[in-house]
């Protein structure tokens, strides 16, 4: 069931998915009023990785903070928020209980429609905010540190998932390989710098083996080229290391396999247009790569803005107005769920549920 509305519709949307307390307001679907973010980054660094118990507790010690600004950054009173919305689903569950539960208490107070939205949903829709004209279907192919997916995008709530990896996501991969060469965590960045100086200094990259496992398959596995760095950072273990060219390799190897998989399955599913999403989405030679591939294949190519590309509440904002419109809207009884959605095949697609969450 759509719900029509001849009135703007101003969402306030909160993020608590990972170690970002994100809180962002944003009116029919597609424009920014406000986003407002506090990073963890710095603080989970010296751990090598996010820990779980620190996320949350910070969560809890800054979210009225950050809903707070985000409310005056749009120039709103809470009285002209329409809907809330709020990631419930996946990510860190102490985390995302301090968003649920603060996204509910909010649309108790102010007696308004709360909608939970799956946090994939808003990576996908984050393309929306940067792109007024883009509309589904599409295919879209999800890129992040805990996620890899090649994403049928067939409506606004209606998606399905050809194919995931069946180990490491490349973002993980990218932070993994980035420690053995001495970087710091999250490496995404310090790699990218590293391969683009590669190139930039005419340097050959170490060749790695691709992995695209039976043919035809969607999936993906990156854990083998994590290894296969390892072994060649051993197996030279007597010479000094070229980071830039392991890097530069390492990029290659794992661009030419996101670009292949998801350009075939556009193909296979007829699509025309592809739509870029997730942090590592920001990474320069995979953006290239793609536009490139795709102008020769005759593809749309779709890229989220360096700021849309990690964890933020504008995006769930976005997922969430379209979600509210076609009549997506969660009861009190929703919860935080570690993990939904992905193996069974049934992200996104609006229904009503009473314990679970509708994704």
């Known amino acids: 069931m759509t719900v029509y509305t001849h009135r703007d519709v101003n ?21 920014v009023l406000s986003n407002a973010i506090f990073t963890q980054m710095h603080i989970h660094r010296e751990y090598g990785g996010v820990v779980p118990e620190i996320a949350s507790r910070n969560h809890l010690e800054k979210i009225n903070d950050v809903v707070d600004k985000a409310i005056l950054d749009a120039g709103l009173h809470k009285e002209d928020i329409d809907v809330i919305a709020v990631t419930s ?7 995302l209980v301090v968003g649920v539960a603060t996204a509910k208490t909010m649309a108790y107070a102010l ?14 829709a984050a393309n929306y905010l940067d792109h007024g004209e883009l509309e589904p279907p599409f295919i879209s192919l999800v890129i992040s540190g ?12 209606e998606h399905e998932v050809i194919g995931q990896t069946l180990d490491d996501a490349a973002g ?25 100086s590669a190139i930039k200094n005419n340097v050959s990259p170490v060749y790695f083996k691709r992995t695209y496992l039976e043919k035809g398959s969607p999936h993906f596995s990156f854990s083998g080229i994590k290894t296969r760095v390892m ?44 739509v870029l999403a997730g942090g590592v989405a920001a990474n320069s030679l995979i953006r290239n790569k793609f536009k490139e591939e795709g102008e020769a294949q005759g593809f749309e190519v779709y890229l989220p803005g360096l700021g849309m590309c990690t964890d933020n509440a504008a995006m769930i904002a976005s997922a969430g107005y379209y979600k509210y419109i076609s009549g997506g809207i969660s009861d009190y009884y929703l919860d935080a769920v570690s993990n939904t959605g992905l193996q069974r095949r049934i992200l996104l697609k609006s229904r009503k549920q009473r314990f679970a969450p509708s994704l």
Request: charged letters at 30%; glycine letters at 8%; proline letters at 3%.
């Open 146 to 157: 805990g996620h890899t997916s090649v994403i049928d995008v067939k409506d606004y709530n």
């Open 172 to 196: 993980e991969a990218f932070d993994k390989v980035g420690i053995l060469l001495g970087l710091t965590y999250p490496a995404g960045k310090d790699m990218d710098e590293l391969a683009r």
């Open 111 to 124: 007696s308004k429609p709360l909608v939970g939205v799956h946090h994939i949903a808003g990576h996908i």
């Open 11 to 31: 969402v306030l949307a909160i993020e608590t998915s990972c170690d970002e307390t994100a809180c962002s307001i944003v009116r029919n679907g597609r424009e």
């Open 89 to 95: 689903t996946p990510g860190l569950i102490g985390a």
């Open 231 to 274: 072994n060649y950072i051993r197996a030279n273990k007597d010479d000094p290391i070229d980071k830039e060219a392991i890097a530069l390799g390492f990029h290659e190897a794992v661009t030419d396999v996101l670009v292949k998989k998801t350009m075939d399955m556009a193909k296979r599913r007829n699509r025309k247009k592809i």
